[in-house]
């Protein structure tokens, strides 16, 4: 290899800690937002959740390890006071989604449930992304979380299936509209969380034994393993635009 080779080439041993480095997630409290931040602060960040409330130590013991914010991402005005507020970080993780069962249905009396789930979804993402882009450090990210009727729709998800393909949509355009900030999508499959919370335990149970019979990977997704693929791509410096699927392998069997 010749000298003028060598010279343009660097030294880079690729590493997953986020030490030093100040971590926003934008509905890290439960589910798949939590395992995130757990994820990020065992990598060594420190992390600021975002959440509709703030709760108590005594509420929520598990949560000591982070610094809590208080935000509607509906409401483009507190977005920006709350980006304000923050600062200079590194990483941003947009996770947050209305409460399931809140999208209305394609032929609904009228359009406010679809309405509503677009402005949490979509246009909540790209408040958050919006404001927050000033506030990133020039090697910092953003990550999104769509889920995989982004593209394998399901009947009575229309809005679902929409918003999460525009934040998709989202994620490539701003990787060349902020570049050289880095802008990614995690799309998990089946992940077993306190989302599906609201299902009887019965139910739950046999939801999780067919995805063991029939996902390649013979178990049901964690919070962890979404956790696992947003460090991933909040410590690789060489990866934008770009969907993650993080799925056990969903996409290659019959819907559930």
């Known amino acids: 290899m010749n000298t003028a080779t060598n010279n343009r080439e660097e030294t880079f041993t690729p590493s997953l800690s986020l030490s030093g480095k100040k971590v926003v997630v934008v509905g890290g409290k439960t589910g798949i937002g939590l395992g995130i931040a757990r994820a990020a602060h065992a990598a060594g960040a420190s992390v600021v959740v975002v959440s509709r409330r703030v709760a108590s130590a005594q509420e929520r013991p598990d949560l000591s390890d982070f610094e809590q914010v208080s935000l ?54 790209w408040a958050c992304a919006r404001y927050a882009a000033p506030h990133l450090r020039a090697s910092g990210s953003i990550t999104f979380l769509t889920g995989g009727m982004a593209v394998r729709p399901k009947l009575g998800f229309t809005a679902v299936t929409a918003s999460f393909a525009a934040v998709e949509a989202l994620s490539s355009s701003l990787a060349l509209e902020l570049a050289p900030l880095r802008v990614n999508t995690i799309r998990p499959g089946y992940i077993d969380t306190d989302m599906w919370g609201f299902l009887p335990e019965a139910q739950r149970d046999g939801m999780r034994n067919k995805v063991a019979q029939t996902f390649p990977v013979q178990r049901a997704g964690r919070a962890a393993d979404v956790g696992h693929a947003a460090v991933f791509l909040m410590t690789n410096p060489y990866v934008t635009g770009t969907v993650v699927e993080v799925s056990g392998g969903e996409n290659l069997v019959p819907a559930i």
């Open 72 to 125: 509607d991402i509906r409401q483009e005005a507190a977005v920006q006071a709350a980006f304000e507020a923050i600062g200079a970080f590194d990483h941003l993780i947009v996770t947050a989604a209305p409460d399931i069962g809140t999208w209305g249905g394609f032929m609904d009396a009228d359009m406010q449930g679809v309405r509503s789930y677009v402005e949490g979804k979509f246009l909540g993402t």
